[in-house]
Nanobody, 121 residues
Framework: VQLQASGGGLVQAGDSLRLSCAAS???????VGWFRQAPGKEREFVAT????????DYLESVKGRFTISRDAAKNTVYLQMNSLKPEDTAVYYC????????????????WGQGTQVTVSS
């Protein structure tokens, strides 16, 4: 499985972005997560979605602003980010793990390259 993250950019505080994580193969049996890493900081969990799409979990600070979803037909997982804040600035990564459950730690099997999100104040 190869993952391709895209959709990052430079936006102003309060704006929205939608990140996409496109998989090269079928990921219907994979949980998918989004992580981010800001300069000088460790990579942190942002959001995860179960293989069925019925369960999700989020970093507390993004709850109510970010929404993770998946389109099985397109083998793609999305992260809709609204009301962006400067502290959301980071490189965002998507990852996949062969499991049905949500996964909030970094124990993923496959990782994509990152996409930069920069939020100006």
């Amino acid at each position: 499985v190869q993952l391709q993250a895209s959709g990052g950019g430079l936006v102003q505080a309060g704006d929205s972005l939608r990140l996409s994580c496109a998989a090269s193969g079928r990921i219907r049996s994979y949980a998918v997560g989004w992580f981010r890493q800001a300069p000088g900081k460790e990579r942190e969990f942002v959001a995860t979605i179960s293989s069925s799409g019925s369960n999700t979990d989020y970093l507390e600070s993004v709850k109510g602003r970010f929404t993770i979803s998946r389109d099985a037909a397109k083998n793609t997982v999305y992260l809709q980010m609204n009301s962006l804040k400067p502290e959301d600035t980071a490189v965002y990564y998507c990852a996949a793990r062969y499991t049905g459950a949500v996964v909030t730690n970094t124990q993923y099997d496959y990782w994509g390259q990152g996409t930069q999100v920069t939020v100006s104040s």
